[in-house]
């Protein structure tokens, strides 16, 4: 199976989705370990901000961003692929990451693929 992917060059096809698919998990496995909900890591001036216009904190002690986000605590699992990189417009996790690497990919990697495919055919 390897040697045929090899031979025809289909990982670089395949490639996209297993990225995509990556981050999906990585994602998903966030919200399972964190009972459905998805920590975002957060500095005080933006908790103030995110409470004082639509935040919740639940009788447990967790403040509720939204209906799946909240704030990112010891207690909460997976914080390193839960949402940690604040880029001032959003706030993105390692998963949300590989999801656009595998978009960015995918818009490209069947130019790619052809053009080996073409090349390789052209030396036979």
């Known amino acids: 199976m390897l040697r045929f992917l090899r031979s025809t060059a289909l990982w670089i096809l395949l490639l996209p989705y297993a990225i995509t698919f990556t981050g999906a998990a990585s994602n ?14 957060l500095n005080a001036a933006k908790v103030q901000k995110f409470t004082a216009e639509n935040g919740i904190t639940l009788p447990d002690g967790t403040v509720m961003l939204d209906e799946t986000h909240c704030l990112m605590t010891a207690k909460t699992h997976l914080n390193w692929l839960a949402d940690i990189f604040d880029f ?24 790619v693929w052809f053009a080996i495919v073409c090349d390789r055919l052209r030396r036979l």
């Open 28 to 41: 998903q496995l966030v919200l399972n370990a964190n009972g459905d909900t998805f920590p975002v890591r």
């Open 88 to 111: 001032h417009q959003d706030i993105e996790s390692i998963g949300d990451m590989f999801l656009e690497l595998g978009a960015w990919l995918g818009t490209f990697c069947p130019f």
